[in-house]
């Protein structure tokens, strides 16, 4: 298991694209590989996106602080253990720092 420290990065694997129909609140990760299709919800999707755009995982604690009404604590915990789940199924990977 990869340790998860405030500064660690993570992007999503090549072979899975991001898909939503905002306005019906529908949201999927599409492996384009083998076909595998992931129902997300809204959380899910939200990490999801801000993983593509580059946030470590503070940023990605304070931007969930910011988008959903949730204590600190909990966010860390929540998300550390998604972020270990994705990590596990290979829809991430940690980004090694230099």
Known sequence: MLEINPQSKFKLNEEFILH??????????????????????????????????GNNFESLVFELLQQFDVE???????????????????????IKED
């Open 20 to 53: 939503q129909i905002e306005e019906l609140d529908k949201y999927w990760l599409f492996n384009i590989v083998n076909g595998d299709i992931f129902n997300l919800n809204d959380v899910s999707m939200f990490i999801l996106q801000m993983i593509t755009e």
């Open 72 to 94: 600190k604590n909990r966010a860390q915990n929540d998300l550390q253990r998604i972020l270990q789940e994705l990590l596990h199924e290979k829809i991430i990977s940690q």
